[in-house]
């Protein structure tokens, strides 16, 4: 793995986003894994496989959503010299999002958390975090970390939360002086869908979409991706899909934030990592994007994300594994993967907006990550 040598003059940070499937979820919705041996869905040895994973990269800053064991994984990533930040979702679940930092790289300077749920925007939550680099004073940059809300059906709520994290972190930046954004974690949503459109484009004309479809999710079964014979149930839900469904005034506010308008639009101007960065035809899809990020007994698709502004410029992410690969594990967690999720890996640079693109932009294979032999018998 090398690097052009138009990046090693800046500060270079390495970021992992990762969804790490929280303990409770894992119990309550055992019918998503049915395919795995229980051995690989005991938390016990999730929590140190997924260690062992975030080791092994090495990162400077960890986004981590579905988690309900911040102080377990706390004692073990301090240890290794991080230093973490969490907010518990509201309601009766029991996970949060969680942020953690090298402290010996990174200052924090400010946090905020965002209660999703003083909003009318459900129990979700958000964390924006400004830091600065240790070793290089000049540098600072805000990390947003969030875990946007599952249900397929609310395409609307989905869109509130990110317009209002991305609102919310751009008054930040502009506060420390218009620094630049990295936006991290689970959107609920295909790089097929609208939403995708809505972060990458700024805007969305949501009248033009049906409310259910503006996620995606509902074309990611298995089944569905891989060609093979559905069920009835599975056949009316297509159905379903066919049946339009009109914006309400609620739910038209609930997406933009006032009861007018049919584009609903936020402040920042993002591009994804993996999407700058070119990748294999066996990993990649039409956007660029990884084929998928998430794949259980009902899911198989790209959900997770690492998106940044103008000042960063991206140089190299860890790609991953190719679908074929993917499928001979009969679905996630598996023997070196913890959680129904991958981590996603991007290497960053401080930079200029007139910089972004000069350096030769490297994905990292992670093949060896899953093999055929990892499929328990």
Known sequence: ???????????????????????KNALKHRDLYTNIPSLYMKWERRKHVICEELMGWNPDIICLQEVDK?????????????????????????????????????WLLEEESINFKELGLRDNVAQLSVFQACKAESKQLLVGNIHVLYNPSRGDVKLGQIRHLSSRAHILSEKWGSIPVLLAGDFNSTPQSAIYKFLSTSKLDIMSYDRR???????????????????????????DRFLTCGWTDEEIKTAGGKAEGEVVAHPLYLKSSY?????????????????????????????????????????????????DILRRTGGLPCKKVGSDHLALVSEFAFTQASDVGKGTLVATSRMQQLHPGDKAQ
């Not at 240890?79 to 907010?87: C, D, T």
């Not at 999407?275 to 259980?296: F, K, M, Q, V, W």
């Not at 959900?303 to 679908?323: E, F, N, Q």
């Open 213 to 239: 479809e503006l996620s995606g999710q509902r074309s990611c079964h298995p089944a569905q991706v891989f060609g093979e014979k559905q069920d009835l149930s599975n056949s009316l839900f297509l159905i």
């Open 1 to 23: 793995m090398r690097l052009s040598s138009s990046a090693v003059n800046f500060t270079k940070f390495t970021v992992v986003s990762y969804n790490i499937l929280g303990d």
């Open 275 to 323: 999407a700058t960065i070119r990748g294999s035809a066996r990993t990649r899809d039409s956007n660029g994007e990884p084929l998928a990020t998430s794949y259980h007994s009902k899911f198989f698709g790209t959900v997770d994300y690492i998106w940044y502004s103008k000042g960063l410029a991206p140089t190299r992410v860890l790609d991953t594994p190719p679908v």
């Open 70 to 106: 911040y102080f377990e994984l706390s004692k073990i990533l301090e240890r290794a010299g991080y230093v973490g930040s969490y907010k518990r979702r509201t309601g009766d679940a029991v996970d949060g999002c969680a942020i953690f930092w090298k402290a010996n790289e990174f």
